[in-house]
């Protein structure tokens, strides 16, 4: 052949095929009933930009089902470009179920040295065969069959079994039923095998290996479908690198989606050069929550992490921690890290029920640190507010001690509920509007929630002499101090600055109560 502006048609129930350019050589045999159709260094172009399709040598053979005969259909080729093929087989006189598979699947990529078999009845596919190798193989995914861009590997598989062989790069996986994106992979490689049962199919998966900005994950087990159930799996892996913030793209959606977009936007940073991953027991249990029916475990040792864990909040920096997935449970365990200049003894941030319709994130954390990070941890989160920026107007330095707790409804950030308790070690607070006399040498714990802030006992030095305050918040956010204590003239004078101060002398006790609305 060397024909241009070619039309063709199979059948009358089917488009007719209008291609621009074709040249080489083709074998057209009826067969009773069916066809057969052979080619023999064919190329074809089409469309208005004439795009090019090498079929070179193939052969197709089609038998249509007539009576108690089923269709039957066998396609073997050299190499072969699937956009092309799948031009071709829109005007071949397939039946309505196939064409609408391609259709949906909407096959791309190249075969090489390919054999597809098929025997279809009027209900279902009866017997198949693919063996040969594919480069760059694209299918769109199909209810729960995952869809993939550029694998390339073999297969040898019929009805009864067969066996898969990966060595892709840049490749893309499509779950949708399972994940809110495409999972993009810059290498993907292993092999596993598989038999066909009474239940469905039983696979081996080998050295499966996978690495992306993500992280380098290899894995092995073994799957086996199970009647009334999406099947029972035994799977082992080992994280050989990670980075945190890629997480939340492998959160699968049986996770709310408030909690994948706290997994997104909460961990900043955190590498990971180690981790293990198990997964076993029958899927229709998973996540298997207390391990009933099966287990699920996720362990990660991190370190360089960042976590924000609520929005508006200081960061916790320089994270070295232990990521935990248990069941339907995540820990963020840390031993070391810091906020601004504080050093963190210990962090973990916990979601108790992934699977929750509100889940609530949990945060513990004790930490070395100074009334100057303290005052502005207050001021640089939500806690200025929910004491009706009480601190505002005060400064500080000296050590002490953080103890708090966090329970924060992802849904619901407005009801989040602080507890948190500050050890004063030493320290010293001076009021910058010079209102209220410095304290020093404070010794206590000064309390604080979402309602306010209060202490029952703090002890100190003030105007020259021992003081003692108490702290109070109302239900108007109004805040009480309450005092009392012995103060020397010297001390007065010192605080106060007046020239008449500098004529008295002797000491006296004293008591006062200071309210502070609004920072004022």
């Not at 197709?60 to 009576?67: N, V």
């Not at 997104?264 to 955190?270: P, Q, Y």
């Not at 100074?370 to 004491?387: H, M, T, W």
């Not at 306010?452 to 009480?480: V, Y």
């Amino acid at each position: 052949l060397d024909l241009k502006n070619v039309q063709a048609q199979f059948n009358p129930t089917v488009a007719p095929l209008e291609l621009a350019e074709v040249s080489g050589k083709v074998g057209v045999k009826h067969l009773t009933p069916g066809f057969e159709v052979t080619t023999d260094n064919l190329a074809v172009k089409w469309g208005s930009n004439k795009q090019s399709w090498r079929p070179g040598n193939a052969k197709i053979i089609f038998h249509p089902c007539e009576g108690n005969n089923p269709e039957r259909g066998e396609i073997t080729t050299k190499e072969i470009d699937l956009t092309g093929l799948l031009v071709v087989l829109q005007s071949v006189p397939l039946s309505t179920e196939t064409h609408d598979q391609l259709h949906k699947f909407a096959p791309s990529g190249r075969l090489t040295n390919f054999i597809i078999g098929w025997t279809r009845t009027e209900t279902k596919l009866s017997r198949y065969q693919l063996k040969g190798q594919f480069q760059n193989l694209a299918t769109s995914s199909l209810g729960d069959i995952p869809g993939v861009a550029n694998m390339s590997g073999s297969i040898d598989a019929n009805q009864n079994g067969g066996g898969i062989a990966l060595d892709s790069k840049s490749m893309v996986v499509s779950i949708p039923s399972m994940f809110v994106g495409d999972l993009k992979f810059d290498t993907f490689t292993g092999k596993a095998a598989w038999k066909t049962t009474k239940d469905g199919v039983d696979v081996k998966a080998d050295n499966i290996a996978f690495v992306n900005n993500d992280g380098a994950i290899s894995l092995s087990g073994t799957y086996r479908s199970v009647a009334g159930t999406p099947g029972f799996a035994d799977i082992e892996g080992k994280l050989l690198r990670g980075d945190a913030r890629g997480i939340w793209r492998y959160v699968p959606r049986v996770v709310p989606d408030g909690v994948r977009e706290w997994v997104r936007t909460s961990l900043l940073a955190g590498k990971s050069e180690s981790g293990t991953f198990k997964l076993k027991g029958n899927l229709y249990d998973f996540p298997f929550p207390e391990n009933k029916g099966g287990e699920f475990e996720v362990l990660v040792d991190a370190h360089d992490g960042i976590v924000r864990y609520v929005p508006d909040w200081p960061v916790i920096e320089n994270i070295s921690a232990k990521l935990i997935f248990r069941g339907i449970t995540m820990d963020v365990v840390g031993h070391s890290g810091r906020v601004f200049q504080t050093a963190i003894n210990f962090a973990r941030i916990r979601i108790a029920d992934l699977a929750h319709h509100d889940p609530v994130v949990e945060l513990e954390m004790r930490a070395d640190s100074n009334v100057q990070d303290a005052l502005r941890y207050i001021a640089e989160s939500p806690v200025k507010g929910f004491i009706n920026h009480a601190t505002d107007r005060f400064a500080g330095n000296g050590k002490g001690k953080l103890d708090l707790r966090l329970t924060i409804p992802l849904a619901r950030l407005d009801k989040t509920q602080i507890a948190g308790d500050w050890e004063f070690l030493n320290a010293k607070v001076t009021d910058t509007l010079e209102a209220v006399p410095d304290l020093d040498k404070i010794s206590g714990h000064l309390l604080f929630t979402e309602r306010g802030i209060n202490a029952k006992l703090l002890r100190g030095e003030t105007l020259g002499g021992p003081a003692q305050a108490s702290f109070a918040t109302d239900k108007n956010f109004k805040l009480t101090i309450s005092t009392q204590g012995k103060a020397t003239a010297q001390g007065v004078a010192k605080q106060y600055k007046s020239p008449a101060l500098k004529y008295f002398s002797g000491t006296g006790d004293w008591s006062g109560t200071i309210q502070v609305h609004r920072g004022e």
